[in-house]
């Protein structure tokens, strides 16, 4: 079903162009956290949608992609005085 039959059953007063640019307003963001060893932990995160957003998400039932996995940097070589 496309988006735009979606919406028809859903929410008839909107139109696809308009979802999708709410939609631009969810961000990819990487969150690092520092380990003991020397290395980072990424976390790539979707930001959350707004209140308004997520309830149309409710509504439609979209097939959004799952948080992507973390990964880890290697170790840093650590630089020593002679």
């Not at 939609?23 to 290395?39: A, E, H, Y």
């Not at 707004?50 to 409710?58: I, N, R, T, W």
């Amino acid at each position: 079903m496309t988006l735009k039959n979606r919406l028809q059953i859903h929410a008839p007063g909107l139109t696809p162009a308009a979802v999708l640019e709410r939609l631009g307003t969810v961000q990819m963001i990487d969150v690092w956290i520092p380990t003991l060893d020397g290395r980072w932990l990424i976390l790539p995160r979707y930001t959350q949608p707004a209140k308004d957003l997520q309830e149309l998400l409710d509504k439609i039932h979209p097939a959004l992609p799952s948080q992507p996995a973390p990964r880890i940097t290697a170790a840093q070589a650590i630089s020593r005085s002679a």
